[in-house]
């Protein structure tokens, strides 16, 4: 008879592509974890990995009851979480990923007020990029992220949290910054710096001022970073331009909010979700979240009327 264990067993080869990282994460020792593969092997009459293979990959069929483990293994933690439900008991573990243009403004407006109001939940959260969040959540090794939607992945739900608009953030001594009205195309203009590549916010900026991917970026260096933080202080001392999503210079001191503009034509909007994998279970957590969030953003952000969604990944 197929065991849970056996199901976990898999999953964990599968994740870690060897067998001895696997039994490491599983925390029993190497030859039990072969010895109970191999014991499912010879029940079910098929072979799930190719073992000749550095790392270890599964089989065709392998692949479809891997598959189908994970699912089994999720029906599993929804079990326990109804049980929790049923008993009114609020806790567990979120393993959350989020992009670093929000992880600086938005971590610190939920993060302490989540765990004041629920001592029993532990989150644990990471920076990362986009596409490696997408990969963690598919592959069970987050819970739940926060980017910028729509991504147009079916493996990936996705429930819109808040909108930012997305702002211009220019030195004083650029022509930008004198101008009463400021147009979309106005950001075509040189000067521009830019995040670098692996950056939702840099393709939405791309997107919106209709910037050739060929053409030069006129600043007097390149930067190739992730930090919203580092390209407001290189315009400050170098002068040029950008676009910033709202949290990030929404609580700039006084004497910089000259320097902050909107479009008058326009109003660009990025889609913050929080997403998660369609076969996660822990549901009231993830609902949990989501209401935190959302009540400690300003009230505004949450009406996407305001605006466009300025859209980063194609279909």
Known sequence: MITLVQLQ??????????????SQA??????????QVKKLEDELGIVIFDRTKKPVIATEIGRLIIDQAQLVLNQTDQIHETIKSFNQKIS???????????????????????RRHYPEVQLLARELLTE????RLIADELDAGIFVTPYYN????????????????????HAIYSKPLIKVRDAEAPGIW????????????????????????????????GSLETLMRIIDQEGGFTLMPDLAVLDLPAEKQPQIKSFDDYTPLREVSLVFSRNFAKHRLLQLLFDEIRANVPAYMILPERGKVVEWKTK
């Not at 067993?9 to 696997?22: K, M, W």
């Not at 599983?26 to 010895?35: D, E, G, I, Y």
């Not at 393993?95 to 929000?102: A, E, F, K």
Request: glycine share 6%.
């Open 9 to 22: 067993y898999l999953v964990a080869i599968d994740r870690h592509r060897n067998f001895a990282r696997a």
């Open 26 to 35: 599983c925390f029993v020792t190497q030859p039990t974890l072969s010895m």
């Open 92 to 114: 567990g573990k979120i393993r959350l990923g989020i992009i670093p243009t929000l992880a600086p403004y938005l971590l610190p407006r939920f993060a302490g007020n989540l």
């Open 132 to 135: 490696e969040i997408a990969e």
């Open 154 to 173: 079916s493996k990936i739900r996705e429930w819109p949290l808040f909108y930012e608009e997305m702002k211009i953030y220019t030195s004083p001594g």
């Open 194 to 225: 830019l995040l670098s590549d692996g950056h939702c916010f840099r393709d939405q900026v791309i997107n919106l001022c209709d910037i050739p991917a060929s053409r030069e970026q006129q600043t007097p260096y390149e930067f190739e970073g």
